[in-house]
């Protein structure tokens, strides 16, 4: 095992609980584990990992690019419950969503909080009031 | 009650019929009304609102970007129904999207005509030969 | 010369003017004159060249999708002189690109206005007061 | 029927087996059958038939657009069944996806290698080790 | 002047001066003075405005969302001033940028990574060593 | 220096000629060297590298990914010299980029194929006519 991937998995831990990097990869099947060992060894143990940005700022970067290429419910979810686990709170999650709205357009950022919400509510997170 | 977001649900209701603004935003959870809210002051009060188009001729530029877009199948559905609200025919509805398939390529507009004939079978519409 | 091809210039002109198409395709160098031929087939011959909607109408529709797209400036030039030919008034052609700011964001509608504006300006027709 | 047409389904043919042509116009209704029948007179009548590249080239080309694109899965599905057709193997098929990744990030390649994967397998595929 | 209005020049010059808001507006011509104008007050007098979100990680979720949309570099530009002047530090905004890679892909990121140092460079930052 | 960046410049400069992998790092400032060299190590030192696809048909599959994503002028004219160094003849780069026009439209597939054919004329290649 490479020191990047077990960085990466140091990293992606951290967010997700123990032993979920090795869950990540063993999601794919065949040759597609060598792309979603890629994910754990460039974005977590390169990008993730280097100073400069907190955990919590990189879940909040994660969630507007989400927003904005469109499209990608799978990773919304997934990050939604990154974002909670670095700290971020509900409010702060909701609000990048509607903040890309500027940027994306409604629809986008409609489709997407539906999913953001969804799941916050199924981390048993409290959903702020409007 | 501002009067932005009572000219949008007027424009809203003119093209969904009575009610249907609240409901719209009773589909959000918590946090994410705002944002319906905004689509309805912004997107219905602001620019529906706006004189020098028609509801028609807006309901079809619509259609064209959600297609051109790409991935907004909710919306694609909503804006059938709208669509034929504002007066446009079948066909005027589905040669909008026959139209974008030159600047958006066919994976797109075979994705949307697919989802907007549909909504039109669903809605009663007699569909127009080839 | 194909029946499509000579269908495509005919409807080309129609909006450009007499002997616009070769120039199209002399434009382009190699190769790539194939590409611009089949776009005066394809885009002109066939789609432009379908009942069912008027050639005002294709135009608003296809202002419409490549704002949505975004990043298409030498299109949303020549689609704005386009649009003027087929009866379109500037203000039919500016709220077009203001319809779109909901669905594809600020960024690219704003780019956008810019373009049609100053081609407008070109063309000699008045800009509309906000 | 025209030569385009003909041509066409020949190409498609080539590809997905004897049939399978007017299986795909008879999957739209009504006017979208249009839009299906061009997909096979330019997209195989015209573009798969042109020479030079090969049909194994085009299929690789084809899905290395189609990651980018993002959100296409039918036609990913379609494509993968194509591209083992024109004798690509399984490895050269992921391999282009994984390829991708680069350019389109890792949410489109990772949720477009799912959908791959899975498509090979129900083709009966033997899928490579990582 | 709608207290909305009011309130997104606030917020406008809060973070590029006194007297920008006006400016803004200015560069554009005619109808297109509309959009510049809904942009001061949905995007500045209702989004920025919003509670939840510090400015400086409102700008830092804008360019993360610029740089995954991708070809917008006037607005890369403006956003990269505007968040130094939300007391971002380059190294935080440099690191945005570098974070979407993983998203977006590195053609998008390099391209913007170019435009956003050349920013910070003209505006008398000091540029992090890697 | 790594492994991963040594083999990537390894890689590159097969492509692009000796010395260039450094020249490309050089090209940024500051802390934008780090997302040039991740572009070495990542794309040339991990994907590039692996087998199962030639450098040729990683031009190609490169090429198509970029006409789809639409304004990477830089990245289309790179990867053009790229392409004719792997070996790749002007008819089978240009025939890519005109493959993509299923997919992704007439407007990126036409502003792309100007950029590749110009770059394939600075080469000195010969355009194949139509």
Chains 1, 2, 3, 4, 5, 6 share one sequence.
Do not use: W
């Not at 409010?91 to 709205?101: G, K, M, N």
């Not at 489709?111 to 997170?125: F, K, P």
Request: hydrophobic share 40%; proline share 5%.
């Amino acid at each position: 095992m490479t020191d990047r991937l077990e960085q990466g998995k140091r990293k992606f831990e951290e967010l997700y609980g123990a032993g979920k990097a090795d869950g990540l990869i063993a999601m794919q099947t065949g040759l597609a584990q060598d792309l979603a060992r890629y994910g754990i060894e460039f974005n977590f143990g390169d990008i993730y990992s280097r100073p400069g940005l907190t955990l919590a700022q990189r879940e909040m970067i994660t969630l507007g690019a989400l927003v904005a290429l469109g499209g990608l419910e799978p990773q919304l979810r997934g990050h939604t419950r990154g974002a909670l686990n670095a700290g971020l709170t509900p409010t702060e999650i909701l609000e990048t969503v509607i903040h890309v709205v500027q940027y994306a357009g409604f629809p986008r950022a409609l489709n997407a909080i539906r999913v953001v919400t969804d799941t916050l509510i199924e981390c048993g997170a409290e959903i702020p009031r409007p």
